[in-house]
């Protein structure tokens, strides 16, 4: 057995079961016809319960890669930048807009990746932009700007 997977599949099960647990008793339901305010994050706490189930299959068929009470080394750049982008994107999106804004928060999550350089860091923060800008801006008409007031003159 994998144990790196199974612990893996372990912590997604966890986690779908804790927002199941919690749409179920906190928030109301519906049906597929009239979706309630829980309907949908229930639905992903089942999908990501569902991976979990897989992903502990899947490891208990595989090889063993030796039992270690640790899970090796923690990638440290990787889980700080990637805790990092929202804060930047929460902290930014009123004052600079929502293209800087994203466009920043993509910059710096693409960091996360030692492998990554900066001309494809550019280039997906501006494919992402674009798209974040098409979807909330002028598809869903999001209150929010696309440049915001620190970049006014």
């Known amino acids: 057995m994998n144990t790196k997977s199974i612990v893996s599949g372990g912590v997604c099960i966890l986690i779908g079961g804790f927002f199941s647990l919690s749409a179920l008793t906190s928030l109301k339901i519906g049906t597929s016809t009239n979706m309630g305010p829980g ?7 089942i999908i990501l319960i569902g991976i ?5 299959a899947q490891a208990i068929r595989e ?19 990637i805790c990092l982008s929202p804060i930047i ?8 807009g929502l ?9 710096v999550s693409a960091f996360a990746s030692r492998a990554q350089t900066m001309k494809m ?17 002028v ?3 999001l209150p929010i700007p696309v440049i ?5 003159l």
């Open 39 to 45: 309907y949908f994050p229930l639905s992903l706490a």
């Open 52 to 56: 979990g189930l897989y992903i502990a």
């Open 63 to 81: 090889e063993s890669d030796g039992f270690r009470f640790g899970l090796g080394a923690i990638p440290w750049r990787g889980t700080l930048l």
């Open 89 to 96: 994107l929460g902290l930014t999106i009123r004052g600079m």
């Open 99 to 107: 293209a800087p804004s994203i466009f920043l928060t993509a910059m």
């Open 121 to 137: 860091a550019v280039s997906v923060s501006l494919v992402l932009t674009i798209f974040c800008v098409l979807i909330f801006g």
């Open 139 to 141: 598809i869903l008409k």
């Open 148 to 152: 915001g007031p620190w970049f006014s």
